[in-house]
């Protein structure tokens, strides 16, 4: 019986939904977006938000289209010149995809912030992408955004350099897709149902028959000669050493009854698979978190799966089982027997899991504490993904601005070192501290500018000493930013609306590890480097 046609939508977006799921394109679809500022860089962020099918988006710019934006934003023609540029736009942004809709304010950002505040909240906007505005505007901006839970993007084209930080409530992430899955088999502790499969198979030295015997499974290899090893050595441990794996590979070796058998080839270049998996410092760091005590309480869903798992990790001294087997060379029948012992134990810890959080919810009820329903679909994704799950938390614009939080200790490490990417950031810093003295960045003309280098070079050096930070700078960083000009180019502000993009769908969609929490490009080297801040 052939299964149901994808729709319409399915197709046209297949190749994202490959990505990050029905579940993920759902999120995307139904996400709100709203762009401060159409710029280039910002129609470039846009616009990859708009080709995978976001739902809606505003754009709010109080800016008429001027002929510097003809030479950076692919996004305004000639013709629209001195038209809003919002309007203008938004007109190109919703031709790439009918599915969105799209729409502008036209008034300046920095007056939406300062009159009217709650727009951001009485709009439902899911996201905030803040383009080419000084700090001391995205400071108002995250602020407010930060009262109401909202996530914020912001992104700076400036010169040959780029910026970008995100702020954003925390929040759980299951799915976070790592490059590399954890391979846990348990073959030196096997549980009984595993150890009941390998002996159903037989012990490899009674198989004569060499196409039978070249198809057992590695795992059942794995396991039969661990075993031997072990009554042998009349070992009891959590964990064999190095010379141990050896001696067992060297067993593995001797089973052989030709040299080119795969399987056994397969068990011997995974050594490494022996021992159970280390957890990783980020999950530890979760399971020892005051949340997962539920002692006050929770509505987030997380936190009673990792109340749940602390409880099945001291009971049971290992993580659930995801139920994953990856290909090896086997027999059809073997590999999806193998397979179903490995499913049917996944989902016995599932129902574990499960059962922990039904315990908590029922005695959070009890006290009359805060609690929440948490889904089996979420409970069953959890598992499957449990060694990589990961909590996102962010700090505040304000905390970074703020000289008493500031990450000195960072900073100045970070200035020490013999090309410090750092350095365009704290130059961004000192621009918008001239900006705000003299109503426009420095460089502007060639006739100022050495005088402009100068009050640059005073303005980060006041920036500096207010954090605390010792260090110096080069002038020649101090005189490449004042050539700058603040001017926006459209290669760099590609690159930034490619990095942009990605993060936003992160957010939205939460799943994959966000950055945390600035990044900077330096177009000069063809670099990049991530800061918390």
């Not at 001027?66 to 692919?74: K, S, V, Y």
Request: net charge negative; proline share 5%.
């Amino acid at each position: 019986m052939s299964s149901e046609e994808p729709s319409f939508r399915e197709k046209k977006y297949d190749r994202q939904i490959r990505l990050w799921g029905l579940g993920g394109q759902k999120a995307l679809e139904t996400s709100k977006v709203c762009l401060l500022n159409a710029t280039g860089v910002g129609t470039e962020t846009l616009k990859n938000l708009v080709l995978p099918g976001i739902g809606s988006f505003t754009i709010v710019d109080g800016n008429l289209v001027t002929e510097a934006d003809l030479g950076n934003n692919f996004f305004v023609t000639v013709e629209d010149l001195n038209e809003p540029r919002g309007e203008r736009a938004t007109k190109w942004l919703t031709e790439l995809n009918p599915d969105v809709k799209g729409g502008s304010l036209n008034e300046k950002p920095e007056m939406v912030i300062e009159t009217n505040p709650d727009y951001f909240r009485n709009t439902d906007v899911t996201l905030v992408i803040a383009t080419q505005l000084p700090e001391p505007t995205i400071a108002k901006l995250a602020s407010i955004l930060h009262t109401h839970n909202i996530p914020l993007l912001v992104v700076r084209s400036y010169g040959l350099i780029g910026y970008v930080r995100v702020q954003a409530p925390s929040y759980a992430i299951v799915e976070t897709f790592p490059d590399q899955q954890v391979e846990d088999y348990h073959v030196l502790n096997p549980f009984p149902e595993l150890e009941h499969f390998v002996e159903s198979v037989g012990h490899p030295d009674s198989i004569t028959d060499t196409l039978e015997h070249a198809h057992i499974p590695w795992v059942c290899l794995m396991v039969h000669y661990l075993k031997k090893w072990k009554q042998e050595n009349k070992w009891e441990g959590s964990e064999l050493t190095y010379k141990q794996r050896k001696e067992v590979m060297e067993l593995v070796k001797g089973g052989k009854l030709k040299e080119d058998e795969e399987n056994f080839q397969e068990a011997l270049t995974s050594g490494t698979k022996i021992n159970p998996p280390q957890i990783p410092s980020a999950l530890q760091d979760l399971m020892a978190s005051p949340e997962t005590e539920l002692v006050n309480g929770s509505t987030e869903p997380f936190w009673f799966c990792m109340n749940a798992l602390k409880q099945f990790y001291s009971t049971h001294k290992r993580l659930p089982i995801n139920g994953k087997l990856n290909d090896m060379t086997s027999t059809t029948g073997w590999f999806i027997a193998l397979q179903n012992v490995y499913a049917a134990k996944a989902q016995q810890d599932l129902e574990k899991i499960s059962g922990y959080i039904k315990e908590s919810i029922n005695h959070l009820k009890g006290t009359g504490k805060p609690t929440v329903d948490v889904p089996a679909e979420y409970i069953s994704l959890f598992c499957k993904n449990v060694w990589n799950v990961r909590y996102a938390r962010f700090r505040t614009v304000q905390q970074e601005v703020d000289p008493g939080s500031a990450m000195v200790s960072m900073l100045s490490k970070e200035l020490e070192t013999d090309e410090p990417t750092v350095v365009w950031y704290l130059l961004l810093r000192a621009g918008d501290r001239f900006y705000a003295a003299n109503n426009r960045f420095p460089g502007d003309t060639e006739t100022v500018l050495e005088a402009d280098v100068a009050q640059l070079a005073k303005c980060l050096k006041s920036l500096l000493q207010e954090m605390g930070v010792s260090q110096s700078v080069d002038a020649e960083y101090v005189q490449e930013w004042a050539r700058y000009s603040a001017s926006e180019l459209h290669n760099i502000s590609a690159v930034l609306g490619g990095v942009a993009s990605q993060e936003a769908i992160k957010m939205i969609t939460q799943q994959r590890a966000p950055m945390n929490n600035t990044l900077i490009f330096d177009g000069i080297n063809g670099t990049m480097a991530t800061y918390e801040l």
